[in-house]
Structure formats: C-alpha cells, structure tokens
C-alpha cells in the first residue's frame, strides 16, 4: 500500500517568499527614503523565428536579448526636494536653458536594486549598468484643491543591463 504525503511532508519547513514590500533602490544622487515604488529587471529574448520543415515548425532565438526600461516613482518631500534631485540628473542628459545635451559618461550611472528578508538582510541583488532617464514625470499626481495626497514625481530608466548578483 502506498504512503500518503501530508502537507507539512511536502512544503519546506522554512519556506518565506519575498515580498513586494522589502525592497531598496541605490541611485546616486536620488534619497532612498523617497522610494514609493519600483519594478524589477525584465529582460525579452529576441523574437522567434519559425523553421519550416516538410510538415512541422521548429522555433529558435531570432535577434538580441533587450533589456526594458524600468519604472520607479518617488515621493516628492519638501526637503530634501526629490524633484530637485532629479532635475539635477536630468540637466547631465540634457540642460534646457542652453539646449545642450551632456555625454553618456556624465549622466550614466549604476543603479543597485535589494530585495530583503524579513529581518532586512539582503536576499537578492541586482545590478543596473549604465543607467539614465528615460522619461521623467513630476507631474504624476494631479494638482487638486480637493485633495491632500502626497505628490510624487515618476521616472522610466533604461539600464544597458542587468546582472543578478544573488
């Protein structure tokens, strides 16, 4: 006669997923305690390409693997001012009251990404290479006499790469 598993038989003893509250974001320049929200590293492997043979399809990797962009929103204190931050970086890309635009050395940087346990120790680690603004937003929360919420200021930063350190 064949055992019967129970469930505490089939699960870890410790078994603690991540979650989606127990992170840290480093970007130099940019208060971490700002962070409201942030999306992990995605990355899409070239598109398929179809192989057609006698009566069937095979499929393999077609161009390079990319790397998307990322998003990350902040809250927006009065001191220090994360839309001031911001701009900071922003004026390495491009400065607007000169029209001139700044070299990818300038305003590239690395950006670390932490998720923690509960106790805060580090569980997994990426690494952001050669990071820089994409699309920055300091407008995301409308402006409303109605309302009292926090304002924040969003931005889309696209990495060269990432490498999941752990």
Avoid at 50 to 62: P, V
Avoid at 115 to 124: F, Q, R, S, T, Y
């Amino acid at each position: 006669m064949a055992d019967v598993l129970e469930v505490n038989q089939m699960l870890a003893n410790s078994y603690e997923p991540k979650r989606a509250n127990r992170w840290v974001l480093d970007i130099d320049g940019i208060d971490a305690f700002t962070l409201k929200t942030a999306a992990r590293p995605k990355i899409t492997v070239g598109e398929t390409k179809e192989i057609n043979y006698i009566n069937s399809i095979r499929y393999i990797r077609g161009g390079p693997a990319k790397w998307d962009a990322i998003a990350i929103e902040l809250y927006d204190p009065i001191s220090p001012s994360a839309s001031q931050k911001v701009m900071e970086w922003v004026r390495l890309h491009h400065e607007s009251l000169t029209g001139r635009d700044g070299y990818q050395s300038f305003f590239q940087k690395d950006i670390g990404l932490q998720l923690l346990d509960p106790v805060g120790a580090v569980v997994e680690r990426w690494r952001g290479e050669n990071g820089w603004i994409v699309d920055a937003d300091f407008n995301t929360t409308a402006l409303d006499y109605a309302t009292s919420d926090p304002l924040s200021v969003s931005l889309t930063i696209q990495c060269d790469r990432w490498i999941l350190e752990f």
